[in-house]
């Protein structure tokens, strides 16, 4: 008898190929019948008139906090996403290196480093991990049978960086031993079950002091060697966040080398795809290019949307960029509003403010950033106004508006910039990529970013609005895309495939239903702490390992996820 049947739909397989009127028979956690299954089966999940797919990998997560308190990686598996990587972007939570005062040594740094450039809450953060493992291997166990989906993690640069070099972590090169000592630490976390290696090298990266993340010190050598490490390791990859596009010359070449040194994938965040920057594409395209023709594989991970941030001064998302605020930022919140009182603060904030950064500068046009939430009643109609129509209506600087919006309604009042790339030929440029086989759809940060971001919605906007509103991909063609594509990449066995032997993380969904629902603020953290959320629409049934977590909207409460480990 099986565990499980799903009858009546029609599955995409997660290749590409044609779809196919197919029931799924599973057992033991693995699919093991395709076609009429006429076995009898402890459970049947009817899905005539439905869509059986894979369930979504998602490859660029920062879940490696979150799953020690929410087992569910919520709201991840809502949208269909049954797999998630973390460890993205060089930050991870192990390993922490020896106890100090009972204390593991590098807590007291990295948990703040977290709350500024991943955008989690501290509170959170503080409230929630125990904070008391060591290893990379010992951090693993905390979650070995205790999520609903599966997850595996990079090894983060900085968390290894402040291990062996402690406070010189920021600041300072690393010697040849410190360099030999951060490889033996990867290699240990590795063994542990880390699936690779990730860096940074962004500069809106910074640490809770206002700092550069520890990686960013990081000479060309340290990352060659650390890098290295992957080459005798099959399974692992190496995740690498190396900065605004378009690359340089040296940019392309390092990536190139970081990719042959571990002979493995390398795969860099973020690809944003926009008409009025085709340069962008044009150097993923070339560094691409460039490293297949020296023997290595670097794979873009492409932005599947225009993206909508929420920016405010608790969080400093993009705030913490502009010249000179980076500083302000590292102010305690609870001391940020009185600086905002401070006329020469204020002075040159608004300096800063009037020069943003080139690479950010599309961010930044104030005449046409929106107010998007304010406890300030007196301001409540103005929810949904632009900065420049607040300013006319004022008769105020638009930067004295902005500033005087927040000190009424509070460190939380938020805006949100115009989204850019939302025209028809950039969703056409988007497409062009999406079937680029040195593209893969990925980026979505779920986990962090937490009261800034949305984008951990990817999977079904792209489903819903890529798909079925604008028609620029297939549905079999998306389904790849999000679930075989992101698998192999990782070299994650087994998975992101309906196939006779593979693991039986399936998703039963509507396509004519499927999108995210709506964007809302929950307070639903350790300690109360506040997050963007979204349900689904039209995801009926997400089942891991054969085991279901998720029917129409509410999770099961089983948990019968996988720690991934490399192969």
């Known amino acids: 008898m099986l565990d499980c049947k799903i009858v009546g739909g029609t599955v995409i397989d997660g290749t590409g190929m044609p779809r196919a009127r197919q029931d799924v028979g599973i057992m033991d956690g693995r699919v093991v019948s395709l076609g009429v299954v ?19 990998v998602d490859s660029h997560t920062h879940h490696d906090a979150q799953i020690l308190w929410d087992p569910t990686a919520s709201p991840s598996p809502f949208h269909g996403v ?18 100090r005062d009972a204390r593991p040594a590098a807590v007291d740094y990295l948990l703040p480093m977290l709350a500024r450039v991943e955008g989690m809450s501290i509170d959170a953060l503080r409230a929630g991990p125990s904070w008391d493992w060591t290893s990379f291997g010992d951090y693993l166990a905390r979650i070995v049978g205790r999520t609903a989906v599966n997850a595996g993690f990079l090894v983060g640069h900085s968390a290894l960086r402040r291990v062996v070099m402690g406070e010189a972590a920021v600041g300072e090169a690393a010697d040849d031993e410190q360099i030999a000592s951060m490889c033996r630490l990867l290699a240990e976390s ?11 090298l962004a500069a809106t990266h910074h640490d809770g002091d206002g700092n550069p993340v520890p990686s960013r010190f990081a000479q060309p050598a340290e990352l060659l060697a650390l890098a290295a490490v992957l080459c005798d390791k099959p399974g692992t990859f190496v995740g690498l966040n190396p900065g605004i596009t378009p690359f340089g010359d040296d940019d392309i070449a390092l990536i190139t080398e970081m990719a042959l040194a571990a002979a493995r994938p390398l795969t860099w965040n973020a690809l944003p795809i926009e008409s009025n920057r085709p340069d962008v ?14 023997g290595a594989t670097v794979v873009a991970q492409v932005i599947p949307d225009p993206r909508l941030f929420y920016l405010s001064f ?60 304010t ?14 129509d607040i300013a006319r209506q004022w008769g105020h600087d638009i930067f004295d508006v902005f500033f005087d919006l927040v000190l009424a309604g509070g460190i939380d009042t938020s805006f949100t910039p115009k989204p850019s790339g939302d025209d028809d030929e950039s969703w056409r440029m988007r497409a062009e990529a999406w079937r680029d086989p040195r593209m893969v759809i990925g980026a979505s ?42 698998a192999r990449l990782c070299g994650i066995g087994a998975r992101g495939r309906i196939a006779l032997g593979y693991h039986a993380d399936v998703l039963v969904f509507d396509e ?22 979204a349900d689904a629409i039209g995801i009926h049934h997400v089942l891991v390992n054969g085991t279901e977590i998720v029917r129409d909207g509410a999770f099961t409460g089983a948990l019968p996820g996988h720690v991934l480990r490399p192969h």
Request: glycine content about 12%.
């Open 38 to 56: 006429d076995d009898d089966a402890r459970e049947i999940v009817d899905a005539t008139g439905l869509v059986v797919a894979p369930g979504f």
């Open 82 to 99: 049954t797999t998630v990587i973390g460890g993205n972007c060089g930050f991870t939570i192990a390993p922490l290196g020896p106890e």
């Open 190 to 200: 590795i063994a542990g079950g880390g699936l690779g290696f990730s860096s940074s």
């Open 281 to 294: 594409l044009a150097s993923a395209r070339h560094l691409a290019q460039y490293a297949a023709s020296r």
């Open 314 to 373: 608790a969080n400093g998302f993009l705030l913490d960029s502009l010249p000179g605020w980076a500083k302000f930022f590292a102010i305690a919140p609870d001391e940020r509003m009185s600086a905002l009182r401070d006329g020469d603060e204020r002075a040159r904030l608004r300096e800063g403010a009037a020069n943003p950064p080139d690479v950010l500068r599309r961010f930044f046009g104030w005449e046409t950033m929106t107010l998007a939430s």
């Open 375 to 388: 406890t300030a009643r007196e301001h409540a109609a103005l929810t949904g106004c632009t900065l420049g």
């Open 445 to 486: 940060d779920a986990g962090a970013h937490l009261d800034n971001a949305s984008s951990f919605t990817y999977t079904t906007s792209l489903l819903g609005r890529a798909v079925r509103e604008r028609q620029l991909l297939t549905l079999e063609e998306a389904v790849h895309q999000i679930t075989d594509a992101p």
């Open 512 to 533: 004519e239903r499927i999108a995210p629902g709506p964007i809302q603020l929950r307070a639903d953290l350790p300690g109360g702490a506040r997050r963007l959320y």
